[in-house]
């Protein structure tokens, strides 16, 4: 179970799962008894021919008895402009496995506030199924493609890697993207494809992956960032550049930070304040 759920995404998760249909509940259980099986396989589980009945009943469910009751702040996670909701992300997250022939599938996974409210229901046990394994779970530099245009095997591994490294582990990233709108936190730059995710405490130093420990920054700034030639006043919130900048960028200093409106999704204090306790020792180096 994860360390923090969201409270608020249980709540409307138990008050929306309390009257469930039969199918509905065992697909739920299906899920939940065959971890790492992928979605299209798991009727066979209970005795039927392969399918997209789970992919269907987890949208239909979510969709139908779910989606209405959920707050602006969580819709939006799961909304993309010009494109149908996402409704199964209310229950499941998406993982990608691959089998022996190097196949890959989609797995479903309950969601740790799924998994507790049907529980609290009844509707799943507390026991921890084994994960099948004749999948292997692929990391996310596995999954994530290189953009367009590297087509050598060699070369689109070392790229592929480069920009998920750099990008940020890339539930991190998508979290700082919803949070911040798809703008830089400096700039307000709206090119997704060179936005990245910044620890404002680096995860070396115990920082966690979580949307308040981050910054959604241009490229550029993210490196600055990590060379310590800028911080974020931890009381006012403006940016503060050193003298060292380039000129073309000391036009940001003294301007607001763009931060979430949400408070619970804005940059942690503490953790500003341990950015710029470094930031100030290095301008005194």
């Given at each position: 179970?994860?360390?923090?759920?969201?409270?608020?995404?249980?709540?409307?998760?138990?008050?929306?799962?309390?009257?469930?249909?039969?199918?509905?509940?065992?697909?739920?259980?299906?899920?939940?008894?065959?971890?790492?099986?992928?979605?299209i396989r798991l009727p066979a589980m209970a005795g039927k021919k392969p399918g997209g009945s789970v992919w269907l009943r987890v949208g239909t469910?979510?969709?139908?008895?779910?989606?209405?009751?959920?707050?602006?702040?969580?819709?939006?996670?799961?909304?993309?402009?010009?494109?149908?909701?996402?409704?199964?992300?209310?229950?499941?997250?998406?993982?990608?496995?691959?089998?022996?022939?190097?196949?890959?599938?989609?797995?479903?996974?309950?969601?740790?506030?799924?998994?507790?409210?049907?529980?609290?229901?009844?509707?799943?046990?507390?026991?921890?199924?084994?994960?099948?394994?004749?999948?292997?779970?692929?990391?996310?530099?596995?999954?994530?493609?290189?953009?367009?245009?590297?087509?050598?095997?060699?070369?689109?591994?070392?790229?592929?890697?480069?920009?998920?490294?750099?990008?940020?582990?890339?539930?991190?990233?998508?979290?700082?993207?919803?949070?911040?709108?798809?703008?830089?936190?400096?700039?307000?730059?709206?090119?997704?494809?060179?936005?990245?995710?910044?620890?404002?405490?680096?995860?070396?130093?115990?920082?966690?992956?979580?949307?308040?420990?981050?910054?959604?920054?241009?490229?550029?700034?993210?490196?600055?960032?990590?060379?310590?030639?800028?911080?974020?006043?931890?009381?006012?919130?403006?940016?503060?550049?050193?003298?060292?900048?380039?000129?073309?960028?000391?036009?940001?200093?003294?301007?607001?930070?763009?931060?979430?409106?949400?408070?619970?999704?804005?940059?942690?204090?503490?953790?500003?304040?341990?950015?710029y306790k470094r930031f100030r020792q290095l301008l005194r180096a």
């Amino acid at each position: 179970m994860a360390d923090r759920l969201d409270r608020e995404l249980l709540g409307c998760l138990k008050s929306g799962l309390q009257e469930l249909t039969d199918a509905e509940r065992r697909t739920l259980e299906l899920i939940w008894r065959h971890p790492n099986v992928p979605a299209i396989r798991l009727p066979a589980m209970a005795g039927k021919k392969p399918g997209g009945s789970v992919w269907l009943r987890v949208g239909t469910l979510a969709k139908t008895k779910l989606w209405e009751r959920m707050p602006r702040r969580i819709k939006s996670e799961f909304e993309r402009p010009d494109r149908k909701p996402f409704y199964s992300g209310l229950l499941v997250n998406l993982l990608t496995v691959e089998d022996q022939r190097r196949a890959r599938w989609i797995v479903f996974e309950l969601r740790p506030e799924t998994e507790k409210a049907l529980q609290s229901l009844k509707i799943i046990d507390r026991f921890s199924h084994p994960p099948s394994n004749a999948y292997r779970r692929l990391d996310e530099n596995e999954v994530e493609r290189a953009p367009v245009g590297f087509n050598a095997p060699a070369e689109t591994q070392r790229v592929t890697r480069a920009i998920i490294a750099r990008r940020g582990q890339a539930r991190f990233r998508q979290a700082l993207l919803n949070a911040y709108e798809g703008r830089c936190a400096v700039t307000g730059c709206t090119e997704v494809n060179v936005l990245e995710a910044a620890h404002i405490v680096g995860h070396r130093s115990r920082g966690r992956y979580e949307v308040a420990n981050g910054l959604l920054l241009r490229a550029d700034w993210h490196t600055l960032f990590d060379l310590g030639l800028w911080a974020v006043h931890p009381k006012r919130g403006t940016i503060e550049l050193s003298p060292n900048i380039a000129e073309e960028y000391r036009k940001f200093g003294g301007r607001k930070l763009h931060a979430p409106d949400d408070t619970k999704l804005a940059p942690r204090s503490d953790a500003l304040e341990r950015r710029y306790k470094r930031f100030r020792q290095l301008l005194r180096a």
